[in-house]
């Protein structure tokens, strides 16, 4: 399907790793500093971005448009994530298993219930 290898998390973050490395963007003087700050910045700055293509409508025009936008959210929080040594790909898997165990509609239940609303 692709013309690429795919890779997993931890190949992702090598990659980016190297691409900082080669724009020098890990040196004291560097104009864009990785620190856990500007890279939190940026990332919600990208995810504004993927907002901005469905402003006024359901789905976007330009799915070539919405996959870099995703690549750029995804990118920087792969770096946000190397940066605040965070193992990325266990957070995932722990928040999946809380989110397993958790319920999101218990207050629309509990509304309902205190309306004499049935199910």
Do not use: H
Not at 8 to 28: C, H, S
Not at 53 to 61: D, I, N, R
Not at 88 to 99: D, Q, Y
């Amino acid at each position: 399907m692709y013309n690429f290898p795919v890779m997993n998390i931890q190949d992702l973050t090598r990659e980016m790793d190297r691409f900082v490395t080669a724009k020098g963007w890990y040196q004291p003087d560097s104009p864009r500093p990785q620190t856990p700050k500007n890279l939190a910045i940026s990332l919600c700055i990208e995810a504004a971005e993927v907002l901005e293509l469905f402003q006024w409508s359901e789905k976007t025009t330009d799915l070539s448009e919405l996959a870099d936008e995703l690549a750029d959210v995804t990118l920087y929080l792969l770096q946000l994530a190397r940066v605040a040594d965070i193992d990325l790909e266990r957070a995932v898997m722990k928040k999946l298993g809380e989110n397993y165990l958790r319920t999101w509609d218990e207050r629309l239940d509990a509304e309902k219930d205190k309306n004499g609303e049935e199910d």
